[in-house]
Structures are given as C-alpha cells and as structure tokens.
C-alpha cells in the first residue's frame, strides 16, 4: 500500500513571493504518477500538475513547477510569483501503473497543505 | 473542457435512510470513481468502476455500495446512513488510457446525516 505525507497543514506567503510545498511517499512500485490538486475555497478540485515517474525532468506548468527526487521519494511542489487566487488546498497524490482489476486505479491523498495568500 | 457533475451540492439524511449519491461525465471516460473528504484525513477512495456494471473495491468501502448502468453514470448508495457517514463526497472520472490518466472532478456533494 501506498502512503502519501504532507507535512506542512497550513502556510502563509506574502503575495509575489515563492512558496514551496513540500510531498513525500512510500511505494515499493517502481512506475507510477505522482499530482499536485487544488482545491479552493468554492471546493472545485483542480489538477495543478502532474509527474510520470519514469521521466526524469521535473514537470512545469506555468508558475508551477516541481522538484521530483525519486530515490528520494519527495516530490515537492513551487509556486512563483503567488497570487491572492492561489489561495486553496493543495494536496498531493500518488497513483499506480500497476493496475488492479481492469485498468484502472484510485489515488492515494495526502492530507492536505492550506496555502494562504496574503495581500 | 471535461464535465463531471453531481446532482446535489448539499444533501441532509436521517439515520438509516437509503441514500443515492449521482455522478455524471460528459466526455465517454471508461474510470469512474468515489473520494470522501475529511478534514484532517484528506481524501478517501470508496469504490471506483473502470467499465459499465465492474466495480472494485477502494480502501474504505464499508458502509457503501455503488452502481453503474451507463458509462456517464456511476452513483454511490448508502444503504443505511449512519452519523458517522456525514462527509463531503467528490466523484471524479479519467480517460483511461495509461498515458493520459488524469482524473477530473465533480464540485462535490456535502452529505450530512442527522
């Protein structure tokens, strides 16, 4: 079974600043996805960014960019330049290659980093 | 753009009342599935189907039951809500095609039972 920690509940940044958002699993699997969702306050969870495990170069979307260190098992998250909108949950979630019943499989969650944007 | 729906946002049962929970997908997605979210636990799998009428099993299915009949529709029953069912429920749904299996949700229904 897979684990997935987020160790940080709650953080606060001024706007424009960067913020890292920290993510750590525990897998014996060797391909899998790893996600970045948010959720803001209207409770709409969004795909932020996703990661293949056999890729090695880190994944960018925009402002949006990961630090995937697979031996490691870390897979943080850095949002740059950050915006009142940014303001949400953000979870971080692990998903396997290795299919179970048909070609298809749940994600596993984190619990959940409430990221606050200050003006 | 994907669209998955939930039929109701705020939901209000009674103890053992017969609950139905709907989802529905506009975009012929073979995955669907059912998350609980807790504070403090983020999110759960409950059940997920991969083709019409297949179901399996996810980490937390006690109390459960789900059903697909048609692709787009996959429901989620509560055969007896207990308090302890009080809960936001998000369906979410995914191509399932291994290179691009994202999952998308629904804007999630709060259950509370009383």
């Known amino acids: 079974a897979q684990t997935v920690t987020q160790s940080q509940p709650e953080m606060s940044v001024q706007e424009a600043e960067t913020v890292t958002l920290s993510c750590t699993y525990d897998?014996?699997?060797?391909?899998?996805?790893l996600f970045w969702y948010k959720q803001p306050p209207s409770r709409q969870m969004i795909l932020v960014i996703r990661?293949?495990?056999?890729?090695?170069q880190n994944a960018t979307e925009n402002r949006f960019s990961v630090n995937f260190q697979k031996a490691a098992k870390s897979f943080s998250l850095k949002i740059s330049d950050s915006q009142l909108g940014d303001t949400a949950m953000y979870f971080c979630?692990?998903?396997?290659?290795?299919?179970?019943?048909?070609?298809?499989?749940?994600?596993?969650f984190g619990k959940g980093t409430h990221l606050i944007i200050q003006p | 753009d994907v669209k998955v729906t939930q039929s109701s946002r705020y939901l209000v049962k009674r103890t053992g009342e017969k609950v139905f929970l709907e989802c529905v997908q506009d975009?012929?997605?073979?995955?669907m599935f059912w998350y609980r979210q807790d504070p403090g636990l983020g999110l759960r799998l409950i059940y997920f189907?991969?083709?019409?009428?297949?179901?399996e099993k996810g980490d937390i299915p006690e109390g459960y039951s789900v059903s697909r009949e048609k692709k787009e529709r996959f429901s989620l029953i509560l055969e007896s809500a207990s308090t302890n069912q009080t809960s936001m429920y998000l369906c979410?749904?995914?191509?399932?095609?291994?290179?691009?299996?994202?999952?998308?949700f629904g804007p999630g229904t709060r259950l509370t039972v009383l």
């Open positions: 990661q293949e495990a056999y890729k090695q």
């Open positions: 189907s991969y083709d019409v009428k297949m179901k």
């Open positions: 975009m012929d997605h073979e995955n």
């Open positions: 979630a692990f998903m396997s290659r290795s299919y179970s019943g048909g070609g298809a499989d749940g994600l596993t």
């Open positions: 979410a749904s995914s191509l399932g095609l291994a290179e691009v299996d994202t999952q998308y």
């Open positions: 897998t014996s699997e060797s391909n899998y996805y």
